[in-house]
């Protein structure tokens, strides 16, 4: 895997960056993945699972707990909020049933002409969606697989695309270098992607050298078809046991998309976990072998506290971008 990243640069000459529909299907959902670097396809569990890769739905949560209700909250530049939420249910014995949904929306710009450069005093607004159905199951102790079904919609003032795609996943705990997990995921597999609606009429003549018919004939720009940003992951998180109830687990994923090159996302987590309540603190490097990134380095932390049978979870990421000013991300969890 690391030969394949440090030849990428070589290999992928040709950036293919923003030739995908629904990008805020890559963005991550979710502090704990972000504070990764994204290098969370192998440790993904609860909620958040549903976004990264589906099979992590059906790992329990220290030890016991399957169920999971997952919300996150953050604002990226330009005052984009991004906002998600799920919900894992333990179904037939041992598998799970995952409900998601993503949103983001970019809020209200003002409408630009070429008459008018500094607006007409008319406001639009534009928004993206998906919404998932995930089954998740081990299909052994120490392998777990799962798939979602999502329906997918991007709207810009009165124009719309939707989609219907699919993510796949699988988890395997081996017994190697002190349990060893590697895992694959392959994310927004589906239907391509068209703007419609009333913004793309026009009102043309269909023979401008016969006179006396009607030049205003109604008719509709054919928009382009645009694919949605497929994206395969294959990860490997290798623990260290430490002193004290602590584990250093050190993560790589290597990422291929058909809207980027091939990349790598590092990350490292320094857990400490007790009966009581579990501690994190986080650190990942995105996007690896690719230039004019505007940010890299990502952080955060995670606590959560059992409460009775169930338990509480918080978890806190931050980006400190180069120019686009730093983002900072919120999620809340309760494990049953």
Do not use: C
């Not at 790589?252 to 987590?269: I, K, P, T, V």
């Amino acid at each position: 895997m690391l030969a394949l990243l440090l030849t990428a640069p070589s290999v992928f000459a040709q950036s293919r960056s923003g030739t995908t529909a629904a990008p805020f299907l890559t963005l991550g959902a979710g502090a704990r993945g972000q504070a990764l670097g994204h290098a969370y396809t192998t440790m993904a569990t609860g909620g958040d699972a549903l976004f990264w890769n589906p099979a992590g739905a059906a790992r329990p949560y220290a030890g016991s707990h399957r169920g999971n209700v997952f919300l996150t909250h953050y604002e990226w530049f330009a005052d984009i909020r991004y906002n998600a939420a799920g919900v894992v249910v333990p179904v037939l014995g041992t598998g799970a049933i995952g409900l998601s949904m993503a949103m983001v929306n970019y809020g209200d710009m003002e409408v630009r002409t070429v008459a008018f450069p500094e607006g007409t005093g008319e406001t639009f607004s534009s928004n993206d969606m998906s919404m998932g159905l995930t089954y998740a199951q081990p299909l052994t102790q120490a392998f777990y697989f799962g798939g979602t079904v999502k329906y997918v919609r991007q709207q810009i003032r009165d124009m719309d695309a939707t989609a219907v795609a699919f993510d796949f996943g699988f988890i395997l705990e081996t017994r190697y270098l002190n349990g060893m997990n590697i895992a694959a995921s392959i994310r927004n597999f589906g239907s391509k992607m068209q703007m419609q609606g009333i913004n793309g009429q026009v009102f043309v003549d269909i023979d401008q050298t016969t006179a006396g018919n009607n030049p205003d004939i109604p008719a509709r720009i054919d928009m382009d078809r645009w694919d949605l940003p497929l994206a395969f992951k294959f990860g490997v998180m290798v623990p260290i046991p430490l002193a004290f109830n602590t584990e250093l687990q050190l993560l790589a994923d290597a990422n291929q998309g058909n809207d980027n090159s091939l990349n790598g996302d590092l990350g490292a987590q320094l857990h400490y976990g007790s009966n009581t309540f579990n501690l994190d603190l986080r650190a990942g490097y995105k996007d690896a072998f690719i230039d004019n990134v505007d940010s890299h380095l990502t952080f955060g932390l995670g606590l959560d506290v059992r409460v009775s049978a169930v338990r509480l979870g918080f978890d806190f990421a931050y980006i400190p971008f180069d120019m686009l000013g730093d983002t900072q991300m919120v999620d809340l969890r309760i494990y049953y």
